[in-house]
């Protein structure tokens, strides 16, 4: 079956940076765009160009740096702001300008202390400004989660009437469930005129932790750009997590849709953004969490050990992880402890691994994890006759 192609938009140094106390200087912003690029992103949302002096340096830099992939600056919907955009991505070869506004009663009420018709006359405004640089626009309705679907649809058939040819429909606020944010992009997809010109992109928060599973019921449902991050870091808690939507859509061929993305560069990258940012990911982290492919308990271990399938739906490999690795704890079996005593030079008949593994046991009950160096004084104090 051919599958449609999903855009993978990657906000790591836009939205992603958004985290207190992890700000990237230009050189790391550098250095993180030329891997995105090799990853296979389709287009870098590199920053946020009249924020600072350094957001534009790093715009400027990356759109000189980075070709055959889509450069993108992010404004409001302000005249100076695009402006600023425009000169930041100048150097670009495939250049574009994000733009737009919140469209939420409360954005509308609280932020703008403004009204529906004027909000849908300022989108268009900016719209249309940015069109006057670049043929690549993407419109953001900022809040579009707790949009109502009628205006939301409003303002898209205004903005792409004005050119643009991406509409974001953000959930700023990570508070639509999955059903909700699939059913928004389909009324979006059904009901706004000429939306066939436009691609409809998910930008998912994870304030419920639904990011991940909402952006997905978006491209079920007609959507085909994804918005997302690497080790889906971002505001708050995060954006949607780049290598979890890589790899469902790759896990799932049912759903027909796939992305560029070379996936044995995901472990490293998630390594590498890591360290710059100076975040850790937490052990736990699907797909690129430490513990993604370790097996601590005996019926898990003895599983894997037979057949890696039983208990793994990814091969390691596909995202750049060695193997998957057996940890040994007072947890595991007599399985996993003649593996990893085997790995570490012994080879034990099954008589020598039920006196070994009483003694491992007692060890095991003492510590928290077993170490291949810990294996060779459990078998000296276990006193059987062994060659290792
Ligand atoms: O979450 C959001 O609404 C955003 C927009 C600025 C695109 O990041
Ligand atoms: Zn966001």
Redesign the pocket.
Known sequence: MSKDSVQIFD?TLR?GEQVPGCKLDTEQKLVIAERLNELGVDIIEAGFPISSPGDFRSVDEISKLVKDVVVCG?TRAVKKDIDVAAEALKNAERPRI?T?IGTSESHIKFKFNSNKEAIIEKAVAAVSHAKTYVEDVEF?A??AGRTDNEFLARVCEAVIEAGATVL?I?D?TGYCLPEEYGAKIKYLKENVTGIHKATLSC?C?NDLGLATANSIAGVVNGARQIECTINGIG?RAGNTSLEEVVMILRQHPSLGLDTRINSKLLFDTSKMVSQKMGMIVQPNKAIVGANAFAHSSGIHQDGVIKHRETYEIIDPEDVGVNESSIILTARSGRAALAYRAKIVGYELTKIQLDTVYQEFLKFADTKKEVMDEDIHQIIDTSNIDIES
């Open positions: 906000t939205d992010l994000h737009g953001f900022e809040d974001n953000p700023t930008h928060h505001e």
